[in-house]
């Protein structure tokens, strides 16, 4: 079965850019799935950040959008997350997950925490 | 943006309890919804995707129902691995929105 799992600096810089990546185990990422973002401030609610088709094409949160670039590279199955000019209130787990038709993320990847600090 | 808004925050129950949570849209989003369950520090898991249809290996004792703007997520008999907090998301349009989240404690 479809697996994901998030790799990226734990610790990031104000003002600095946050970059994750999302690889994808048990099938390809090339299948008819859109592949999202979700990130959960600590102790708060989910948070949408943005998706991306395996040829490309992407819709971001407009909350984000001027700092958000998603992209994919179906050479090594995965895609990733570049949010820029960050500050405290970026802080979170950030999750990757797949977009089963508009029927709900599943799976998702196990999330890795993203600490904004100088 | 569509906002979503549950209720309740929390609710405290007993095992064996029927639990409701309700999940309500700012405007229509036909079926286009989903219910997950998290439990800390894990990732979220999908249980009930097109507003009530049952994903996959998740028990029965799980439903969902409603349309539109308004939705329920019903547990029929709480059971001790149950007690975790619940997210509604809209799948209408974008951006894909969440619901606050109702923690299901143990009473």
């Known amino acids: 079965q479809v697996q994901l799992q998030e790799s990226g600096p734990g610790l990031v810089k104000p003002s600095g850019t946050l970059s994750l990546t999302c690889a994808v185990s048990?099938?390809?990422?090339?299948?008819?799935?859109?592949w999202s973002w979700v990130r959960q401030p600590p102790g708060k609610g989910l948070e949408w950040i943005g998706e991306?088709?395996?040829?490309?094409?992407?819709n971001y949160n407009p909350s984000l959008k001027s700092r958000v670039t998603i992209s994919v590279d179906k050479s090594k199955n995965q895609f990733s997350l570049k949010l820029s000019s960050v500050t405290a209130a970026d802080t979170a787990v950030y999750y990757c997950a797949r977009d089963v038709d508009r029927e709900g993320f599943d799976p998702w990847g196990q999330g890795t925490l993203v600490t904004v600090s100088s | 943006d569509i906002q979503m808004t549950q209720s309740p925050s929390s609710v405290s129950a007993s095992v064996g309890d029927r639990v409701t949570i309700t999940c309500q849209a700012s405007q229509g989003i036909s079926s286009w919804l989903a219910w997950y369950q998290q439990k800390p520090g894990k990732a979220p898991k999908l249980l009930i995707y097109a507003a009530s249809s049952l994903q996959s290996g998740v028990p029965s004792r799980f439903s969902g129902s409603g349309s539109g703007t308004d939705f329920t997520l019903t547990i029929s008999s709480l059971q001790p691995e149950d007690f975790a907090t619940y997210y509604c998301?809209?799948?209408?349009?974008?951006?894909?929105?969440f619901g606050g989240g109702t923690k299901v404690e143990i009473k």
């Open positions: 048990g099938g390809s990422i090339s299948s008819s799935n859109w």
């Open positions: 998301q809209q799948a209408n349009s974008f951006p894909l929105t």
């Open positions: 991306i088709y395996h040829s490309g094409s992407t």
